[in-house]
């Protein structure tokens, strides 16, 4: 939260007179209330709308630890506000939705009232990350992109168009640029990143690698950052799922 | 073995879980529109060789191009990615012609243009995006133009053309 608003993100500082239609049929039901309009009409409730987001962690929070039955309604609000926000915000010049499936699912965890179903929702977004990963990899063979040589080049030349026009003498242009004329190592760059997603499918077969798949995550993110310049770091909710996957099935009828 | 212990704990969860793989394999397979929270997780892997040609954006300030260097990656996004959308406006609102009306209507949901279409307001949109842009400057913005330029790819750099357009030219 302080290194979106330090950053400018939320809603309110962006302020943004103009939208985009994507290609995602629960976005068009979204679009068809009309909020996004009202929205851009009324950019005084911008910052309401802000504030019901990123607060609403900090009130189910306190209200888990005075009472779970409150706890558990806010939960659901909390569910719905993520979806609705989230939702909106990606329609707006930010970042694509796909970054933040983290802020969409969490929040059923927080619905449970009972040991075992937070075990299995907890185990079930555990399964999900290793999906996003291994399908990375799978979409990279499906698609082709891991037969063509030229793949990487072509990929930063389309990432860093801007950069590397409006700042042809920087160091990193020069690097950017070194990348993509030596198209063998970019493309061993990109295979490597495939290799890493695809190391994820470990994970469903057993939990003992489960610190490895965090640190090959992190590594991940802060290559896709160097060489990308995409920061995915709100994904990074998902590595307690796998922190907490050795856990085993807790006993009957016990609570939170 | 979670499969098992779930359909044992609560056989409406498995269900449930069940239904969530079924529709994201479904998805997957129809490799087109994606439903939250059922994307695609592609990540660059449609083939995409470097091209002869690209058009890139400059955003000038007071007679002065503003240079990715002197930005964070984020304030970056930030300066471009509204540009991306305007640019976008006439990709956006054919969508809504060849896709969204049609798909809307097959399922008796309403789509009312009005909801999906964006108008060529570019004097409007550069009246914001001018207030926008000095907020993150820290600066006032007395001059800006808002260009799009045609780059070739000659011996391994981008060598700008004279093709250039003006980004409200963009929008038809």
């Known amino acids: 939260?302080?290194?979106?608003?330090?950053?400018?993100?939320?809603?309110?500082?962006?302020?943004?007179?103009?939208?985009?239609?994507?290609?995602?049929?629960?976005?068009?039901?979204?679009?068809?209330?009309?909020?996004?309009?009202?929205?851009?009409?009324?950019?005084?409730?911008?910052?309401?709308?802000?504030?019901a987001f990123y607060l609403l962690p900090a009130v189910y929070m306190l209200a888990f630890f005075v009472g779970q039955k409150r706890s558990h309604f806010l939960a659901i609000a909390m569910l719905l506000v993520n979806w609705l926000y989230i939702s909106c915000y990606t329609l707006f010049p930010t970042n694509?939705?796909?970054?933040?499936?983290?802020?969409?699912?969490?929040?059923?965890?927080?619905?449970?009232?009972?040991?075992?179903?937070?075990?299995?929702?907890?185990?079930?977004?555990?399964?999900?990350?290793?999906?996003i990963m291994v399908s990375a990899a799978s979409w990279k063979l499906v698609q082709q992109g891991l037969f063509n040589a030229q793949q990487m080049s072509g990929v930063l030349l389309y990432q860093h168009k801007e950069m590397l026009t409006s700042s042809p003498d920087h160091w990193l242009t020069n690097a950017y640029y070194w990348l993509i004329n030596h198209?063998?190592?970019?493309?061993?760059?990109?295979?490597?990143?495939?290799?890493?997603?695809?190391?994820?499918?470990i994970g469903f077969f057993t939990s003992r690698f489960d610190k490895w798949l965090i640190l090959a995550f992190v590594l991940f993110l802060v290559a896709d950052f160097l060489v990308m310049r995409i920061y995915y770091w709100e994904l990074l909710p998902f590595m307690l799922a796998l922190w907490y996957g050795k856990y085993r099935l807790p006993p009957k009828r016990s609570q939170l | 073995m979670y499969f098992k212990q779930l359909i044992r704990y609560k056989p409406r969860y498995f269900l449930l879980v069940v239904l969530f793989v079924l529709v994201q394999i479904f998805i997957n397979l129809k490799r087109g529109m994606v439903l939250t929270p059922f994307f695609h997780y592609g990540m660059y892997s449609q083939q995409m060789p470097?091209?002869?040609?690209?058009?890139?954006?400059e955003v000038w300030v007071d007679r002065k191009?503003?240079?990715?260097?002197?930005?964070?990656?984020?304030?970056?996004?930030?300066?471009?990615?509204?540009?991306?959308?305007?640019?976008?406006?006439?990709?956006?609102?054919?969508?809504?012609?060849?896709?969204?009306?049609?798909?809307?209507?097959?399922?008796?949901?309403?789509?009312?243009?009005?909801?999906?279409?964006?108008?060529?307001?570019?004097?409007?949109?550069?009246?914001?995006?001018?207030?926008?842009?000095?907020?993150?400057?820290?600066?006032?913005?007395?001059?800006?133009?808002?260009?799009?330029?045609?780059?070739?790819?000659?011996?391994?750099?981008?060598?700008?053309?004279?093709?250039?357009?003006?980004?409200?030219?963009?929008?038809?």
């Open chain 1, 96 to 131: 694509s939705i796909e970054s933040y499936i983290g802020w969409l699912l969490f929040p059923v965890l927080f619905i449970t009232h009972q040991m075992r179903s937070y075990y299995f929702v907890l185990q079930g977004l555990r399964y999900f990350f290793l999906y």
């Open chain 2, 50 to 57: 470097p091209q002869k040609s690209y058009e890139v954006l």
């Open chain 2, 65 to 172: 191009k503003l240079r990715g260097q002197d930005f964070l990656p984020w304030q970056w996004d930030k300066i471009m990615q509204p540009l991306v959308y305007f640019k976008n406006i006439s990709a956006n609102n054919l969508l809504y012609y060849s896709n969204v009306k049609r798909i809307s209507a097959a399922v008796f949901l309403p789509a009312d243009s009005t909801d999906f279409i964006i108008n060529c307001q570019y004097p409007l949109f550069e009246h914001w995006y001018s207030r926008y842009l000095s907020t993150i400057l820290k600066r006032p913005v007395t001059k800006l133009d808002l260009v799009v330029r045609h780059y070739n790819l000659q011996q391994g750099k981008l060598q700008s053309t004279i093709q250039v357009q003006h980004l409200a030219s963009t929008c038809r």
């Open chain 1, 1 to 51: 939260m302080v290194v979106k608003w330090s950053g400018g993100l939320f809603l309110f500082q962006l302020q943004p007179p103009i939208f985009n239609t994507p290609f995602n049929f629960a976005s068009w039901v979204l679009m068809g209330t009309g909020i996004h309009l009202w929205l851009i009409s009324n950019p005084g409730y911008w910052v309401w709308f802000d504030f």
């Open chain 1, 183 to 201: 198209w063998l190592v970019s493309y061993w760059l990109y295979l490597l990143a495939t290799l890493l997603e695809a190391f994820f499918i």
